[in-house]
């Protein structure tokens, strides 16, 4: 048993050796987070993207994402994942309603609803969430950029996206009235 | 013509005289804003409700509420109506998204929705907005007060309000997960 | 005082000419009702889409569009402008939630929202309505058609709709998840 | 190894044996659904509880509800437990969007958000799903009965509720308009 493995027993969450296995048998709960600057009447002036390494093993612009531990509610998942992926000092404000703006179900087969996760099924919840500090982002993000709404649907941007961010990132821009 | 009629004709804006009778023959679109605070995670953890005179001539708590003149824009109408009511310190965050929580239609017959204003017709935008800074109610306003969920769903404080206002605000703690 | 207008003073309704004047200095409630087809287990598998004048003088492709009269609930001016369009038999399925998935602004300048309205100020109050029966749209409409979500959202038909219903229709299907 | 333990192994899915593990260390993905019945003008004028053995060990009225299979939609999910709960006659109406009216998070730990669950950590996806048909629930099911608003949110109602699904009920009523 490995040092992580003990750990994660101790603390009741998975270790990675059973996280691999629970992958193929039951769909994982995500959260999705697009990170937005608003003007000073609410509206998206600008939408973060993240530049990294996916789970396919491309180089991919990507919003943030990650799973929802045992016991950890949606809010403190996302709160979670925003700061590592944006840094300490984003201020991120989650939004007052539970509810997501869309879904996003990733499967390991593209075929099923064009949002594709090789490594399991997964079930994610997909926020918006305005931010109003500095973004410093993880060492092993490569990027960080503030696009504008034209931008981050344009066809160059949209090709530097895989997994079906791409098609997220305009779903997050017609929620907020601003799809080109 | 009255020195407001004549302003109103320059400007665009519909006199007193005429609002009167455009109200007896259009729906007047409105916006109604719970104005909220947030806990970290932004979780709601307070509602804030004024108490002022109504339309019906009763003393009652109430939300934020007012209409959208003509070439404005919604958001333009919340901030205004948020300014006058909450003062200039509030620092309220629209949300991005243009969608409201709930639509709120006002008859002047109660029979017809439960939501009633005796003047007109009104169909209003309903919208749950945070609010980061100071509220300094305008010297018309009785009062202002911070209420916990619970408390701002309860029979006593639902009793104080009138035309269907208490519904509007269990409306908007059910949305964002605060029902009791 | 025209027939039109004596008729309209009797039913309380505004007479075209009151209207025009209405039109200058308020803005006015509308609805809008995207027309779907639904596969067996809800998703969008066709949107519907009229061929018609607009206020503009142009010919366009454009979903259901009209203004909510006084004292007619939103529903009942969905379930008439439904009608009028789609005819009959056309079964509109209406959701059961009060609230848009999105407002639309439509100002006279182009400038000011993306949507345009040349007659007026509209606040419209956007909806998906799922429609289970046969679509016999009215003789002022030069055709109805069922596009797929990928045609609806190609530049092809993008370019044959005016005032922003293109971005209206791709908002619509980015609600629905069927944004390509 | 039980028969019901290999059949899982050669599907892919879960023996009650993992799952009974998994539950202890990651949450499970659900889907509540809340049956109404519409009147010709979507609005809903019935609301559809079940009685049953809950969990916890409690006779319960509940909602339909029911955890995602791996590799299976949420809308596959949806309809296979309305089809169990309901019957094969029931014809729910699956909402062309998504997004769920609200996210429900059960924890064994009452005191987390006052939703309930002693077998698991769930996030469940909530829906409102009109029903067309005639319900003929399970046999393990006791009862199914349609209640108005007014009965389904009445404290005789709440108080025949468990884990958390009276608040849920209030909650649906709410997003459709329809709480008292």
Redesign the interface.
């Known amino acids: 048993m490995s040092e992580m493995d003990q750990l994660a027993n101790q603390t ?3 270790a990675p050796h ?1 996280l691999e296995a ?1 992958r ?6 995500y959260v999705d987070a697009v990170p ?1 600057r ?1 003007d000073e ?4 002036e600008a939408l973060g993207l993240l530049l990294r390494a996916m789970p396919d093993g491309t180089i991919s612009r990507a919003v943030v994402t990650g799973r ?9 998942a996302l ?1 979670r994942h925003l700061a590592k992926d944006l840094g300490p000092l984003a201020q991120p ?11 996003v ?1 990733y ?1 390991p087969d593209a075929a ?2 064009g949002f594709v996760d090789p490594r399991q ?1 997964a ?1 994610s ?1 997909a926020y ?1 969430v ?1 931010v109003l500090g500095e973004c410093m982002p993880a060492p092993e993000t490569l990027e960080f950029s503030w696009l504008t709404p034209e931008e981050a649907a344009s066809p160059e941007v949209s090709r530097e996206m895989t997994g079906g961010h791409d ?1 997220l990132v ?2 997050a ?5 601003c ?2």
């Open positions: 009741g969450w998975l059973d629970a193929e048998r039951l769909p994982i709960v937005v608003l009447e609410g509206r998206v929802i531990l045992y016991g950890e509610t949606v809010r403190a709160l404000q989650l939004p007052p309603q539970p509810s997501p703006f869309t879904v179900e499967f099923k609803s099924h079930v919840l918006i305005p098609r305009r779903m821009l017609a929620h907020v009235g799809l080109p």
